[in-house]
């Protein structure tokens, strides 16, 4: 039989409460591989969450062009252990935070980054958008090769001992004003868009959710 995770939801979620929640389960989950033992069960969290900024480990604080809008507008900002630089979340996006065991799955870590990519790839492709990669710029894209090039996906992990924390986030209906006041992942030169953006009529964050909870399944087998 495939392999199953555990799928939980949380909405309207405080950005510092899911990140303690997945430091707790990732560390036990490590601590667990580093005994020799087996590291239990895996889990992805959907999870929308209230507006806050993130800066990955390398990222540059100059990346963060207008932080006068992030106080005005009351957004959080959190410098945490993932890949990545700059990026936002909040409603109307979708965020996948991904801990599973890569040794389980037989995966390196670009084999896991190739399957959130292929996961979001297949799920927007479901309602008509079509989602690529662009070499040297991890995440899924719309537009590639043109001058629009637009990011509908960010991704951004941590592993210790093939253990993954972190994952991706897709903007489904986001309010994209919020990612003005950053270089969004780094990039100047490129912009971020969603489904609402792209579609006349796109679906609902709760409907995406499912969907994608399939394909990563599908996916991590």
Not at 86 to 100: E, K, N, S
Not at 115 to 134: D, M, Q
Not at 162 to 176: C, K, R, S
Request: glycine share 10%; proline share 4%.
């Amino acid at each position: 039989m495939p392999l199953m995770i555990k799928t939980v939801t949380y909405r309207d979620a405080d950005y510092g409460e899911i990140l303690e929640l997945q430091r707790s389960t990732f560390g036990k989950m490590v601590e667990l591989r580093r005994k020799g033992l087996d590291v239990g069960d895996e889990v992805i969290m959907l999870v929308e969450h209230k507006p806050v900024y993130t800066l990955g480990r390398h990222a540059e604080r100059a990346n963060i062009i207008n932080p006068d809008y992030l106080r005005l507008r009351g957004a959080q900002v959190y410098e945490i252990e993932r890949g990545g630089d700059v990026t936002f979340h909040g409603p109307g996006q979708l965020v996948a935070y991904v801990l599973i065991d890569l040794q389980r799955h037989q995966l390196g870590v670009k084999d896991f980054v190739n399957c959130l990519e292929e996961a979001v790839i297949r799920t927007i492709g479901e309602y008509g958008v079509v989602g690529e990669r662009i070499e040297g710029a991890t995440g899924v894209w719309i537009g590639k090769g043109t001058p629009r090039e637009r990011k509908i996906c960010a991704i951004g992990i941590k592993c210790s001992r093939f253990i993954t924390m972190h994952g991706l986030a897709l903007n489904v209906d986001t309010d994209l004003e919020w990612f003005s006041a950053i270089n969004p992942c780094g990039f100047t030169d490129k912009s971020v868009t969603s489904l609402k953006q792209e579609l006349p009529e796109a679906p609902t964050w709760a409907q995406v959710a499912p969907r994608l909870s399939h394909h990563l399944q599908l996916l991590l087998k």
